[in-house]
């Protein structure tokens, strides 16, 4: 009989990472002001905050028109925020006496939305020694890819020592937008000779469409 059950699963993931940048030694800079601020030289840290996740839910059953089916939808992003810490920005510290030595340089983020519809059955034809499965469906994708500037201190006058932040003029928001369509073939011509072929027609709204195939023998 027909049946049909939901399912949803997902994932959460955090990193924080760091990467020492080259020491400088006293004097590396060029500007006496900053051997004040750090008499004997010092090491700036570049440092990463990334947060990724994913999470997927549909719907799966059988018996339409002889069909198994399985839609569902994934949404997931990747957001990454960049920093440098343990460094100064050496003129604005020589123009202004400012100290601060944690600087937000910027950010990545990727989004994407992928909607998918999966039809499979078996069909006997040709005397085939199994049946030919078939496999039929359509894909929807949506993504985003954005870049953030970091905060005016990381990159005004030279901008922090060990990395400097993503400027206004950096910033960046894309997105494009896909969709396609597959069909699968295969089945076992006699008992020891296993045939395939597959193709795929996708469309992108920004560079048009392309079609692609295979064909397997085993």
């Given at each position: 009989?027909?049946?049909?059950?939901?399912?949803?699963f997902?994932?959460?993931?955090?990193?924080?990472?760091?990467a020492?940048?080259?020491p400088?030694?006293?004097?590396?800079?060029?500007?006496p002001?900053?051997?004040?601020?750090?008499?004997?030289?010092?090491?700036?840290?570049?440092?990463?905050?990334?947060?990724?996740?994913?999470?997927?839910?549909?719907?799966?059953?059988?018996?339409?028109?002889g069909?198994?089916?399985?839609?569902?939808?994934t949404?997931?992003?990747?957001?990454?925020?960049?920093?440098?810490?343990?460094?100064v920005?050496?003129?604005l510290?020589?123009?202004?006496?400012?100290?601060?030595?944690?600087?937000?340089?910027?950010?990545?983020?990727?989004?994407?939305?992928?909607?998918?519809?999966?039809?499979r059955?078996?069909v006997?034809?040709?005397n085939?020694?199994?049946?030919?499965?078939?496999?039929?469906?359509m894909e929807?994708?949506?993504?985003n890819?954005?870049?953030?500037?970091?905060?005016?201190n990381?990159?005004?006058?030279?901008?922090?020592?060990?990395?400097?932040?993503?400027?206004?003029?950096?910033?960046?928001?894309?997105?494009?937008?896909?969709v396609?369509?597959?069909?699968?073939?295969?089945?076992?011509?006699?008992?020891?000779?296993?045939?395939?072929v597959?193709?795929?027609?996708?469309h992108?709204?920004?560079?048009?469409?392309?079609?692609?195939?295979?064909?397997?023998?085993?």
């Amino acid at each position: 009989g027909k049946e049909v059950s939901g399912y949803m699963f997902g994932t959460v993931g955090q990193r924080n990472a760091y990467a020492y940048q080259d020491p400088r030694e006293p004097g590396a800079t060029g500007i006496p002001a900053v051997d004040t601020l750090y008499p004997n030289g010092f090491t700036p840290r570049e440092n990463i905050r990334e947060t990724d996740f994913s999470l997927t839910a549909g719907l799966t059953g059988n018996g339409l028109a002889g069909w198994d089916w399985d839609i569902r939808t994934t949404a997931g992003q990747d957001d990454v925020h960049l920093g440098v810490d343990h460094s100064v920005n050496p003129v604005l510290y020589e123009d202004t006496g400012n100290t601060q030595s944690d600087f937000n340089a910027g950010s990545f983020t990727s989004t994407q939305f992928t909607t998918n519809l999966d039809l499979r059955r078996k069909v006997s034809a040709f005397n085939f020694a199994t049946p030919i499965n078939v496999a039929l469906g359509m894909e929807d994708r949506y993504e985003n890819y954005s870049i953030g500037a970091g905060e005016l201190n990381s990159y005004a006058l030279g901008g922090s020592a060990g990395f400097q932040g993503f400027l206004i003029q950096d910033q960046a928001n894309a997105s494009c937008n896909s969709v396609a369509a597959y069909l699968d073939l295969d089945t076992r011509v006699t008992q020891k000779w296993e045939m395939g072929v597959a193709t795929r027609l996708e469309h992108y709204d920004q560079v048009g469409s392309n079609l692609a195939g295979k064909l397997t023998s085993r």
